[in-house]
């Protein structure tokens, strides 16, 4: 059963469909699909051309635009544009989740033609996170004059590294988030909506709205979206089967609680490969993690492997011999280079080329 999102009168998003999802696509009243996957992303993945194929068969319009997930172009947002504006509306477009083509119809909207006012700040500041509203604060106490406008579309504010310490059992879930609007600085002006483009020729952002804001001065810090599809059996696995995570809010609880209840087997921390939120978030659950179980009595009877992309321990190496103190007094076992590419959740095992020893009791941290 496909799962559409109607974003607006004009386009709505799904995730992958294959030739005989076609005819129930025209049913539901769309007169055109378009492709936003690169042919052979996956194996068994429909080709274009047979989608294609069948689109024509029942009537359709149909376009591909191919896209990597994660690495959307200001060229692919260009001709996502170009595609909408020459099919017959509405349009369904798919990707492996959805989620791709969503992002590209949003960027698109940003490169059509707009009439509407522009707004002007000395600064703007893209991200109402911690560093986008500490940064505002700190250049208004030493200069109040200065106009400066605060782009963040969402309400509530999250303090993130708090939630390692939430995994720990340290903090409730509920002091890491605060309401947005008690944190903007008085004297800046928050604009309650997404960036979508940066036009630096014109010194202006494009808004999801499709106005234009511009600055004097531009601060960008829009923080990173976590792209849990990247790994195939994440998303589904999160919350459950021992698989968790401390980036996301609603998962540090369930690390508090895989953790207390641990007593034996393996336990499986990763660290994909850059950019991520933050570099020593892996790390610091594992310790934290292997720091309760040492004070329980139980460590000596869990295998804890460190699953990491890269090639050293820590980016700085100032700071490897300290934590390869750690390493030894856990008993840590080290995988470098070692990357996480799918789970089998079911089977609490990652169906990966490192796949060693007993697998009884395990548990597994993922950090993506």
Known sequence: ??????????????????????????????????C?????????????????????????????????????????ARAMRDALARLPSPVLAYCRSGSRSAKLAEMAHAYEPVEKPTRCFDIVIVGGGSAGIATAASILKRNRDVSIAIVEPN??????????MVGAGVFDKAFTQRPEAQLIPRRATWIKASATAFVPEANQVILCDGSHVEYRVLIACPGLKLDWDAIPGLKESLGRNGVTSNYCYDLAPYTNRLVKD?????ALFTQPVMPIKCAGAPQKAMYLSCYRWERRGVLKGIDVQFHTAGAVLFGVAAYVP?????????????????????????????????????RRGARMCTTT
């Open 262 to 266: 641990f007593q034996g087997g393996r």
């Open 36 to 76: 936003n996957r690169p042919d052979g992303e996956e194996p068994l993945q429909p080709d274009a051309a047979q989608i294609a194929k069948r689109a024509q068969e029942v009537g359709l319009g149909f376009a591909h635009v191919p896209a990597v997930s994660g690495a959307l172009t200001e060229d692919n």
């Open 155 to 164: 309400d509530k504010h999250y303090y993130q590294p708090g939630w390692t």
């Open 1 to 34: 059963m496909m799962e559409i999102k109607r974003l607006n009168d004009r386009i709505g998003v799904c995730p992958q469909i294959t030739p005989d999802d076609v005819g129930a696509i025209a049913r539901e009243g769309y007169r055109s699909i378009l």
């Open 322 to 358: 300290a934590l390869m103190d750690y390493v030894a007094r856990y008993g840590i076992h080290l995988n470098l280079g070692s990357k996480l590419v799918a789970i089998d959740s079911a089977a609490k095992s990652p169906p990966s080329s490192r796949r060693t020893g007993k």
